[in-house]
Every structure is written in C-alpha cells, then in structure tokens.
C-alpha cells in the first residue's frame, strides 16, 4: 500500500496557492478510495473464508479421509477404463508402476502385521477358529458328485426329510479330523498355565490376594523375621 505521507509542494509564480490546495485534496481523495476499495475486498475475502470455515467445521471428522478415498476410486475407475480402451490388463499395468522400495516396504508390511490379536472374547477366538478351519477346507468334487447321485433327492434335504444317522464319514475325513485334534491339543500345551498350588506347602493366607502380600513381604523382610516366625511356630517366643 502506498504511503500517504506526501512530499510538500512549494508554491511557484506559475501556479497559485488554491490550485496546489485543490491538486493536494484530489490527491488525498484518489488514495481514499483507494484504501476504501482494499477494505471492501478483504472483508469480502475474510467473510468468504469464514463460510468455508463454517463448512468445514460442519463436515465430518473423517471427511478428508473419505474424500481422499473417493478420489483414489474415481482415479483407479478411470485408469481402468483406459487399459480397457487400449486392451491392456489393469493389474499387470498396476504392477509395472510400482517401484521395486514400495513393493519391498510393502511385503515387510506384510510380513510384520500379525493376523492373531490374541485372545479378546469367546466370540472372536470361535470366529478365528472358524476361519481357519474353513481355509484348510479342500472340496472334493468327485467325491461331491457321487454323494449327490447317490443321495438324489435327499442331497437338497426339506423338512420331510429324514436323513439322521444315514450319513457315514469317510475314513480320510476322521483321519483330518483327528490330526486337527490333535494339532489344537499340542498347541494348547504351549500355553502358559496358571500355576497350581503346592499342597505340601504351609497356607498362611486366607485368600489369593493375601497370599501374593505374604509373599512379597517375605521377599523383602524374610531374612529379619526368619528367628521371630520359628519361634512363634515352636511356641517358645517371648
């Protein structure tokens, strides 16, 4: 913004002092409006920005991630239809661009991230359990069409069916069925396991949470109240 401080004009011969004045008031007037016009237009400018402000405020919280997200789907559609228009595998073209830094950070990723969170519910464990049983699941469609043949119109069961107890396992399903049994059992064995109690062991505690104070208080002043428990013990303290 242009200083308004002016350099004074000296009256000439030429020209008189009511001109110089009048110039001097254009002058001052020209710079006004001037600095009048810049105002509106940042108080324009602020008022805009407060909306959009506003907007944002008002949007969700993981609005940027789901417009990120939108954007990233919209460009991979597009990138489609252009390997479709020219013939070209999409996949294959996806791989070619990848550097060989992000592909390897990728697979340590990959090989870091540990699918067993541990234990948090009975629902989840049974979930967990469940997927992996169905993920070693091998169908065999021979073996699937020959029940199918041989049961007819029993294979699609209603509720007039009756089909309990005709069903025989095979002897290479029992066989899985035991190796899984057997593999769970041998897992579970690795599990750390509270310990029991020692039943030869003096009880001087009335509950868990008793036992645990013993135990700590013997492990810092054992060595000072050995001779005082003896005694107490034998029946000869004083």
């Known amino acids: 913004m242009a200083s308004c401080v002016e350099e004074p004009v000296a009256a000439t011969?030429?020209?008189?002092?009511?001109?110089?004045?009048?110039?001097?008031?254009?002058?001052r007037l020209r710079k006004f409006r001037e600095l009048h016009f810049k105002r509106n237009e940042a108080r324009k400018l602020?008022?805009?920005?407060?909306?959009?402000?506003?907007?944002?405020?008002?949007?969700?919280?993981?609005?940027?991630?789901?417009?990120?997200?939108?954007e990233w789907e919209l460009a991979v559609d597009q990138k489609k239809k252009e390997c479709a228009a020219r013939g070209e595998d999409y996949n294959?073209?996806?791989?070619?661009?990848?550097s060989a830094d992000d592909a390897e950070r990728w697979e340590r990723k990959k090989r870091k991230k540990n699918p067993d969170p541990g234990f948090s519910g009975y629902a989840e464990a049974q979930l967990r359990q469940y997927q992996r049983l169905t993920k070693q699941i091998k169908p065999d469609m021979e073996?699937?069409?020959?029940?199918?043949?041989?049961?007819?119109?029993?294979?699609?069961?209603t509720s007039n069916s009756l089909i309990h107890g005709?069903?025989?396992?095979?002897?290479?399903?029992?066989?899985?069925?035991?190796?899984?049994?057997?593999?769970?059992?041998?897992?579970?064995?690795?599990?750390?396991?509270?310990?029991?109690?020692?039943?030869?062991?003096?009880?001087?505690?009335?509950?868990?949470?008793?036992?645990?104070?013993?135990?700590?208080?013997?492990?810092?002043?054992?060595?000072?109240?050995?001779?005082?428990?003896?005694n107490l013990e034998r029946g000869t303290a004083v």
């Not at 011969?13 to 002058?27: H, V």
């Not at 009335?206 to 428990?229: C, D, L, M, Q, V």
Request: hydrophobic share 25%; with cysteine; proline share 3%.
């Open 143 to 157: 073996s699937y069409e020959r029940q199918r043949e041989k049961c007819g119109e029993d294979f699609h069961p």
């Open 92 to 98: 294959r073209v996806k791989l070619l661009e990848i």
């Open 13 to 27: 011969d030429e020209e008189p002092a009511d001109s110089i004045a009048s110039r001097k008031r254009e002058e």
């Open 166 to 230: 005709t069903h025989v396992p095979t002897k290479e399903g029992i066989d899985r069925m035991v190796e899984d049994v057997e593999k769970q059992i041998e897992k579970r064995a690795k599990y750390s396991r509270r310990r029991a109690y020692n039943d030869d062991a003096d009880i001087d505690y009335i509950n868990e949470r008793n036992a645990k104070f013993n135990k700590k208080a013997e492990r810092f002043y054992g060595k000072y109240t050995a001779e005082i428990k003896q």
């Open 46 to 70: 602020n008022h805009q920005e407060v909306v959009e402000e506003d907007k944002r405020l008002k949007l969700p919280a993981n609005w940027e991630a789901k417009k990120a997200r939108l």
